[in-house]
């Protein structure tokens, strides 16, 4: 009988895992090697220089930084208050 999991509310800490929303160690530990990596080729200026010379991958990373979805106020709906046209001249 001892070869069986428990069932029931008493089953202790088994199948419990990491609560949700914390990284595993490997993801955090490559996150700060990512964030020390761009801090030394100069942060905020390095992104600015990569948005200018490599578009594509800028955009890229954008995607998966950015929001999937974007909520309002206490979760619900993005309200739409206004919509504005301007002219804008060719260059």
Do not use: W
């Not at 990284?23 to 964030?35: G, R, Y």
Request: no cysteine; glycine share 12%; net charge positive.
């Amino acid at each position: 009988m001892e070869d069986q999991p428990k069932l029931g509310p008493n089953r202790g800490n088994a199948g419990k895992g990491r609560p949700k929303g914390v990284p595993n160690k490997s993801t955090a530990a490559l996150k700060d090697m990512i964030l020390e990596a761009l801090s030394n080729q100069g942060g905020a200026e390095y992104l600015y220089r990569q948005a200018d010379e490599n578009p594509a991958a800028f955009m890229t990373l954008l995607g998966k930084v950015l929001p999937m979805q974007v909520t309002g106020a206490d979760g619900g709906p993005v309200q739409i208050t206004r919509i504005e046209l301007a002219p804008v001249r060719p260059e």
